[in-house]
């Protein structure tokens, strides 16, 4: 028997995926949380029956928004993850030969758990404790309100804008990862669907650039998310992602998505996304 | 009641969109043909239940299958499209003020005429009989075997390799493009998706790459499509996409995804897409 779970991206619009299996199924005290196996996107994390990573192409949401944000920074020493629960970010941050320290702040244990027994793959800095990580379980908002100039760069890996996400979209949070930079920080956050956010997008940016210098849109495809194509925003107090030598980017970095032509073209915008950040 | 149609990507995975109304519904002698309105995508034109173009994302693969090979061309005066019955890149190609003859090669009449009756925003150039354009409803493989030394720019705007456009991509047609082109001719043709074509699209870029001196891949964002993401495949006798100065190119071209900067920047690929034509 043919077993399928679709995921209504909009109420018009539904992604469908074969599932083989659902490896687990339970609730913490902020959100469903479920791991099941596709045939064609493998195993993956759903949160409230939203689709947050598969095994398919996980790569490319998490070598985006680390890489990205932290060759902007000429010298990342301490990073924070907001979210990212299920360890992508994490992974790829901790490769950053400069990156000293990476604090993450996830509010869902349950999340953390599950995505180290299930999803070993995307989870891999977690379960083996990397000597830079420093894992905190606790409210990514309330932390923000608490710390001053303390990091380089701020990653905002966070779920959509209902739910625990809500929070994180705010004029409020903004202003407190500001305060929470360094002098010459910088904070990046997926920023959702050019097709199917618009206003969402257009008020974000508006509250950014009216409390950072540079504020930038940058694009990255994966097939999970509604749409393909999915945003990530950059707000920075001191280097433009445009203007950067990106000569000093390795060309060797293990990486199945990110390169260093990317860093550059990830930010040309189609006319219509262009609009949004005008 | 809600009506909802879905089209399978894969036999493991769907796109299933609620839909209003279906406006036309027949049979050619080459495939199924009908119109539905979706509540997301507005109306569509689906061949033999896949989807081909949608009101509401059309503009891209059109912008972007015409605009890019037509500026890379210096002067492309004679072009020819194979395909497009919907009449989306047509429309785009007579924009061109270079260009004086717009030949169209499209084997199924009933697209033709469906597009033009319902979907005449992207058919408009079909419509109004543009003073540029020759439409032949034909055979393009055949026409292919048939013309030397004639075409500026051939854009081969096809379905699937399934049906009526399996033939499109075989050694034999890349030939035979070949010989229809001037000496410093190019063409380009919809290369379908880097997630789900992999072993096609290694196998063409090694046929083209045979034939041609400079044999490019470029990208574009489609929602509608499989993955979101779409490949397309220059092959070109002369002029190579990643050495043309784009100050040549007009800044305001009324283009709602096409613009200077994607001129270039599609062309950056990621590493999986890097793999699959190097």
């Given at each position: 028997m043919e077993l399928w779970y679709t995921e209504y991206q909009t109420k018009n619009l539904g992604l469908a995926?074969?599932?083989k299996e659902t490896l687990y199924s339970g609730k913490s005290k902020f959100q469903e949380v479920a791991v099941v196996e596709a045939y064609e996107f493998g195993r993956m994390?759903?949160?409230?029956?939203v689709f947050q990573t598969s095994i398919f192409d996980?790569?490319?949401?998490?070598?985006?928004?680390?890489?990205?944000?932290?060759f902007?920074?000429?010298?990342?020493?301490?990073?924070?993850v907001i979210g990212g629960g299920d360890g992508g970010t994490i992974r790829e941050v901790v490769k950053h030969q400069s990156v000293e320290v990476a604090e993450m702040v996830e509010i869902d244990g349950l999340v953390v758990e599950v995505s180290k027994?299930?999803?070993?793959e995307i989870s891999s800095a977690l379960n083996e404790n990397h000597p830079k990580l420093q894992l905190k379980i606790g409210d990514g908002i309330k932390h923000m309100q608490e710390v001053e100039n303390k990091y380089d760069v701020i990653i905002v890996d966070c779920s959509d804008p209902i739910g625990p996400g809500k929070g994180l979209f705010t004029h409020?949070?903004?202003?407190?990862?500001?305060k929470a930079l360094k002098l010459d920080g910088l904070f990046v956050q997926q920023t959702e669907s050019p097709f199917y956010h618009q206003q969402l997008i257009q008020q974000l940016t508006a509250d950014i650039t009216s409390m950072f210098p540079i504020t930038r849109l940058y694009l990255a495809n994966i097939p999970l998310y509604p749409g393909g194509l999915h945003c990530f925003t950059i707000g920075s107090k001191k280097y433009d992602p445009l203007s950067i030598d990106i000569g000093r980017i390795p060309e060797n970095l293990n990486t199945r998505y990110y390169n260093r032509e990317l860093q550059k073209s990830c930010f040309a915008l189609?006319?219509?996304?262009k609009k949004l950040v005008r």
């Open positions: 995926a074969r599932i994390l759903v949160l409230d029956g996980e790569f490319i949401y998490h070598e985006m928004i680390a890489h990205v944000p932290l902007v920074h000429p010298d990342p020493k301490t990073v924070l027994k299930y999803l070993p409020e949070f903004y202003q407190n990862v500001h189609p006319n219509f996304v």
